[in-house]
């Protein structure tokens, strides 16, 4: 049997396992036993078991664990409440402010949460049912709440890119200050597509009643002081301390750990209850993450040892258009895997197949490693694989009459500014490494 056919079925057969509805870890190890049993033998098994065990020793994934607790205990904390009721208040006066502030907070508490169910579903508690009171359309309101919540995949500290790092062999913290500005360029392309479109649909986002517009500049000031000083003293407990060199992104996740037990017992919302089910839900996002990331890393090295990355790299190498042509392949096949699994399963299984054509593409690996994060954020709102609309359809209040169809329609325009986003990073590709190697420069 040729290798390209091997290579057709190894593919073909994720495919099925994946749309088979059992677990996806047990199926793609599975997918790697069986072709690798028929094509290696019994060393396949201690193939897998080599692999998988490396990926459990990668002392840089030990800070997963410890940003998801940090994430889980800042959800519940009340930090995004005062966030919120500052930003509506300042944002008042502006059509569509509320979304607005919807999306700004969502990129204020990526930079501290890092976990996208919690964004989603914090942004939709808040904010989704004051905006549909108001007269929002239940599209633009959903839609921003997950648009500004699925911004955490990549603003730092992004769970993803925590995994990404180890995964490329590249510095968590080079990764970390790439993805700073592509996180804050999105959010603003976000905040000027819903203002443009209130403008010129001025039903869809009424203005806010006169009573809400009275507020002085003081009371602005004191609002904003409250609500930004909490959540920038947990940005600088981690990202202050990874971008001034104090620490590296494992000790910074600690740092962040305790200081969100800081910020929660300030608000009186942390309860040894609620720190027990903290620690669990930690525990099982987690387990699940390296469940996957054992048999998928096994799987992805029983498909290089028999051969079948050549063919990979023979075939994206043989793309028209050169390297960009390459490129444009790549991406393309991410963008359609997301609407097939999670992000989870998508880098181990692609990461390790497209990074070693990456010299012989000649693209820079922060910048393209960063590529692959802006475009996996669609992932969460394509269906049927789209996370953030099913979190937030399950966490909306049932009394707005919010369906699924109203978040769909909600996310599409911000899919379209996603694209926007990745091909303002292919022309400029500043935006993504001015912040690094300006900092590698300085010495930081």
Partial sequence: MSIELITLIFFASIIIAIMSGFPIAITLGAVGLIIGYFTMGVPVFELMYQRGFIIALNYPLLCLPLFVLMGIILADSGVADGMYNALSVILGR???????????LGAMLAACLGVITAAVSTLTILAVKPMVNRGYSKSLA???????????ILIPPSVMIIILGPLADISVGKLFMGAFVPGFMLAGLYSVYIIIRSFLQ????????????GASFLTKIKLLGKGVVPPFLIIMSVLGVIFLG????????????????????????????????SLLEALR???????IAFFSIGMVGVFLRIGCGFVVRDLVLAAPGGRWGAFAIIMFVFFILGFLMSWL???????????PILPELGFDEVWFAIMICVNLQMAFMTPPMAQAIFVCRGTVPKELGVETSDIIRGVFPFVGLIIIGLVLCVIFPQIILWLPNTLVRTGW
Avoid: D, N
């Fill in 246 to 277: 104090i620490a590296p992104p494992t000790e910074a996740a600690a740092t962040g750990v305790v200081a969100a037990i800081i910020l929660a017992t300030a608000y009186r919302r942390l309860s040894w209850l609620k720190f027990k089910k």
């Fill in 285 to 291: 996002v987690t387990s699940f993450s390296l469940c």
């Fill in 142 to 152: 959903t839609g921003a709440a997950c648009a500004g919540g699925v911004l955490g």
């Fill in 345 to 355: 399963p998508i880098l181990f299984i692609m990461v390790p197949i497209v990074m």
């Fill in 94 to 104: 502006l059509r569509g402010g509320l979304a607005v502030t919807t999306v700004l």
């Fill in 202 to 213: 001025p039903h869809i986002a009424p203005g806010a009643p006169p009573e809400e517009l």
